[in-house]
């Protein structure tokens, strides 16, 4: 009871000293209960399919940080990943036999396979000539399945595979769920030693190796972590829409990712998360202009890149908070001192 | 025999095609380092824009031509000041503002012309046979132009102020200011020029093509490609890329079976394989990396 008791204080503690200080934290642990609670408040299947859909994108938008925002590895063919992702789990399960529970991880360990695969001649090449040939790869594999009609489905995909769960609200939980943790996994790796050399390989590769750090190793671990979040994102898909056809793997999916990510601001994992749980939902409610809907999406996310050019969640973060000049702690902008050091803050 | 003959042609009329739009696309991007993905999205327009002159107002293509190359010209530039030059510091921002552009023209196309497949007329008629294989007027046309506009291109840019001036900011853009050019008004020309050669390869090329508003995905990933392959920045290097993809999707389309589905697959590996043994591309020159 006392150990309870501990815990509870601390947890208490921990709450008011370091969630309660910062605008930024209260919006996260309000995402979270909101999204878990979603269910509770409405059992609109449409609704719940919309936001299902936007969790498997989140994971997706999220993973492209970690490889592109994080490491500076441009990707353009980050739907590769998603494409292989939804391809082997929705092939295991369709010839295997295999439940989505087992489908979605190997599906998973399929894309990490992929990104050694291109991970390895990418290596050499960096900046735009990289972004340009990682377009490549998806379209490449994108023949190959038209080419495959008899094991892939050719241009209809392969349909009639395994439900995620049996009824939509536990769909919707799954997904969210896995979403909740795979994000803040990486924003953990993200956070530790790996993730501050995965940033400074994105400021000066040469300094890196300089300091004795062997960066092609990082930027394949790179490669494949992100490979194994998105391929999660694909297997979710493909079992979700219950079809992993050859949209997966378009060159429009690869820029949807680009633009949610950067329009959510990158080198942050929460960014591009909060970007497709603006942005996806929004093109599903601009439905009632059917033939208006991609056009309005186009000019939305230019007239918003064109005062917020560091993406959306940057620029609302620096307005509500503040660096502290001497110890580079974040505070709420109405605070005078910093809340650590008493600093006078600007 | 015929098979050699349609592979040659055909090849010759992809690779004119893709060496236009990617010396343009390297042309911006070696002087205002912008990756203009919707560069291919301008072709489209000006495809279109040729579509609307000769169906809606029933004049001659040739005034098609011009309609759509000063137009779509004039609309890059436009849309480079509105979009693109605001935003030039922020490398990832340009990039979607870009994409975002290109999305927005085909879904204006679609609006205005929705999505069905449309052609049009041949500026010249007729054709005439080399052993037995049909030539069109036009893809002779489609060829000579493109070589003509290849050695305006390196006249303007070898022999002319403006191209020495095109040249230094590609090289280095801060010395490049201080010897007195103007920056941001080269950019500006370079995106025009850019622009301008997109649209007269939409306009020179649509007549063997059919319309439709999603026709600039293709071209844009084999312009990719090319500018890829060849190195980026090198004229020769895009030159030469553009003429091997080119022959490489002629001889998939051809020779392999399901080849229609496989010719982006088989151009595009190609390319990597080629980057395998060059990092820099055929005509590249490894710099040092900006730090």
């Known amino acids: 009871m006392d150990l309870f008791l501990f815990y509870l204080r601390k947890l208490f503690t921990i709450i008011k000293k370091e969630v309660f200080v910062l605008p930024s934290r209260i919006v996260v642990v309000l995402f979270f209960i909101l999204l878990l609670l979603l269910p509770v408040f409405t059992k609109d299947l449409y609704l719940l399919r919309i936001f299902t859909l936007t969790s498997i994108f989140a994971i997706l938008a999220a993973s492209w940080d970690l490889l592109s925002g994080f490491t500076g590895q441009m990707n353009f063919g980050h739907a590769l990943f998603f494409g292989v992702g939804a391809y082997s789990a929705a092939l295991l399960n369709k010839y295997a036999g295999i439940p989505p529970w087992g489908t979605i991880p190997l599906g998973a360990l399929g894309a990490v396979l992929s990104g050694l695969i291109i991970g390895i001649p990418c290596l050499r090449l960096r900046g735009t000539y990289l972004a340009l ?49 795979l994000c803040t996994i990486m924003w953990k790796i993200t956070d530790s030693n790996t993730g501050i050399i995965f940033h400074a390989i994105r400021e000066d590769e040469l300094a890196v190796r300089a300091s004795g750090i062997n960066t092609t190793r990082y930027k394949l671990l790179a490669f494949c972590l992100s490979g194994f979040f998105a391929g999660i994102s694909g297997g979710l898909y493909a079992h979700f829409m219950r ?32 970007a497709v749980f603006i942005l996806f939902p929004l093109l599903e409610f601009l439905r009632f202009w059917q033939e208006l809907r991609m056009l309005m999406f186009a000019v939305v996310v230019l007239l918003i890149l064109l005062y917020m050019p560091d993406g959306l969640f940057r620029w609302l973060r620096d307005k509500i908070e503040k660096e502290c000049p001497r110890c580079k702690i974040r505070n709420v902008a109405m605070r005078h001192t910093c809340r650590v050091c008493t600093a006078q803050l600007d | 025999m015929d098979l050699v003959l349609n592979i040659i042609i055909s090849g010759l009329i992809s690779g004119s095609v893709f060496a236009l739009l990617a010396i343009g696309f390297s042309l911006i991007f070696g002087v205002a380092r912008i990756v203009n993905i919707a560069h291919t999205a301008f072709y489209m327009v000006a495809a279109y824009c040729i579509y609307f002159v000769t169906h809606k107002m029933g004049s001659h293509p040739i005034w098609g031509m011009v309609a759509a190359i000063v137009l779509v010209t004039l609309l890059g530039i436009i849309c480079y000041k509105l979009f693109i030059n605001p935003i030039r510091e922020h490398e990832g921002a340009v990039l979607i ?18 999505g069905t497949f449309l052609s049009v007329p041949s500026l010249v008629k007729g054709y005439f046979a080399i052993l037995g294989v049909k030539v069109f007027y036009q893809q002779l046309l489609t060829f000579c132009v493109v070589l003509l ?22 090289q280095d853009r801060e010395v490049a200011n201080l010897m007195g050019i103007n920056e941001a008004r080269v950019a500006m020309l370079t995106m025009g020029i850019s622009v301008g050669l997109a649209a007269l390869t939409g306009a020179v090329v649509v007549p063997l093509t059919v319309l439709e508003p999603h026709m600039w995905l293709h071209p844009l990933i084999m312009m990719m490609a090319v500018v890829v392959l060849g190195g980026l920045g090198s004229l020769k290097g895009s030159f030469l890329g553009a003429y091997i993809l080119g022959f490489a999707e002629a001889l998939v389309v051809f020779l392999a079976p399901m080849g229609a589905f496989l010719k982006g697959s088989v151009a595009l590996s190609i390319m ?12 590249g020159v490894s710099f040092e990396e900006e730090r």
Do not use: C, H, N
């Open chain 1, 133 to 181: 040939t990682t377009l490549a790869f998806p379209i490449i594999l994108m023949g190959i399945v038209f080419a495959l009609p008899d094991l892939t489905g050719g241009e209809l995909g392969i349909s009639g595979i395994a439900r995620l769960a049996g009824s939509r609200v536990t769909d919707y939980y799954i997904t969210v769920v896995v979403m909740l943790g």
């Open chain 1, 243 to 274: 079809i992993a056809g050859p949209s997966t793997l378009e060159v429009s999916m690869s820029f949807q990712v680009v633009i949610w990510a950067i329009f959510g601001g990158i080198v942050t994992i929460y960014g591009p998360v909060g």
């Open chain 2, 97 to 114: 503002a870009t994409i975002a552009l290109a999305m927005a023209f085909q879904e204006i196309m679609v609006l205005k012309f929705t």
């Open chain 2, 149 to 170: 506009v290849m050695a305006g291109l390196w006249i303007l840019l070898m022999k002319t102020k403006l191209g020495l001036a095109i040249r230094s900011t590609a």
């Open chain 2, 272 to 283: 990597i394989l080629v980057l395998l043994i060059r990092p820099e591309g055929l005509f």
